[in-house]
Nanobody
Framework: QVQLVESGGGLVQPGGSLRLSCAVS????????MAWYRQAPGKQRELVAD???????NYVDSVKGRFTISRDIAKNTLYLQMNNLKPEDTAVYFC????????WGRGTQVTVSS
């Protein structure tokens, strides 16, 4: 069955960095457009970044220049490198397909605070 397992979150000070990972299994990862999403307390889940099978990446304006999405096909893993983190980046981060999402994983908590 499909599994999406996010990891790498934590508590970081403003300006710090984190690298999130998402280990996937059970579907054709290499052919799928994948994405990172986040959900802040009291807010709806939002798309943060996506990456197409050919490698093209897109970002929401609020993270452009700070976040980088990537994938390792051999490891069936999706990554999100987050630099210059801001308090407004605090959220639970999830990975999933860009379209026709699977059941959501547990996500990984990112807290940006001094």
């Amino acid at each position: 069955q499909v599994q999406l397992v996010e990891s790498g979150g934590g508590l970081v000070q403003p300006g710090g960095s984190l690298r999130l990972s998402c280990a996937v299994s059970g579907f054709m990862f290499r052919l799928s457009t994948m994405a990172w999403y986040r959900q802040a307390p009291g807010k709806q889940r939002e798309l943060v970044a996506d990456i197409w099978s050919g490698g093209q990446a897109n970002y929401v304006d609020s993270v452009k220049g700070r976040f980088t999405i990537s994938r390792d096909i051999a490891k069936n893993t999706l990554y999100l490198q987050m630099n210059n983190l801001k308090p407004e980046d605090t959220a639970v981060y999830f990975c999933n397909r860009r379209l026709a999402q699977f059941d959501w994983g547990r996500g990984t908590q990112v807290t940006v605070s001094s």
